[in-house]
C-alpha cells in the first residue's frame, strides 16, 4: 500500500517561493505509468490541481499556475516536490499530493496548511 506525506513551512510571506515535497513510501515514484501530482484546496473551494510528475520525470501543469510553477523529484529519496513562486495571499490553502493510476487519483497525502501572510 503505497503511502503520502506532504512536509513544507506552513508559513510563507507574500512575494515568496512555497516549497512543499511528498515523501513516497511503499512504492516507487518511477514504477510504470503513474503519474505523481500537487493539488490544493482553497478555502471554501473545490480542488484545484496544479500540476504533475510522470514516472519517467516528465511534467505538466495547470494553465492558470505554469508561469509559477515546477514540479521536481528525488528518485534516490523517493520524493517529488513543488515550488510555487511569488505566492500572494490567495495562495492559501491546504496543498496534497496524490497519485494518479488509471486515470484515477488512488492515493493522497493527509495535506498541508498553507499560510501566506506577512
Known amino acids: 500500500q503505497v503511502q503520502l506525506q506532504e512536509s513544507g513551512p506552513g508559513l510563507v510571506k507574500p512575494s515568496q517561493t512555497l516549497s512543499l515535497t511528498c515523501t513516497v513510501s511503499?512504492?516507487?515514484?518511477?514504477?510504470?505509468?503513474?503519474?505523481w501530482s500537487w493539488i490544493r484546496q482553497l478555502p471554501g473551494k473545490g480542488l484545484e490541481w496544479i500540476g504533475y510528475?510522470?514516472?519517467?520525470?516528465?511534467?505538466d501543469y495547470s494553465p492558470s499556475l505554469k508561469s509559477r510553477t515546477s514540479i521536481s523529484r528525488d528518485t534516490s529519496s523517493n520524493q517529488f516536490s513543488l515550488q510555487l513562486s511569488s505566492v500572494t495571499p490567495e495562495d492559501t490553502a491546504v496543498y496534497y499530493c496524490?497519485?494518479?493510476?488509471?486515470?484515477?487519483?488512488?492515493?493522497w497525502g493527509q495535506g498541508t496548511q498553507v499560510t501566506v501572510s506577512s
Open positions: 496524490a497519485r494518479e493510476g488509471a486515470y484515477r487519483f488512488d492515493s
Open positions: 510528475i510522470t514516472y519517467n520525470g516528465n511534467t
Open positions: 511503499g512504492g516507487s515514484i518511477t514504477t510504470d505509468f503513474y503519474y
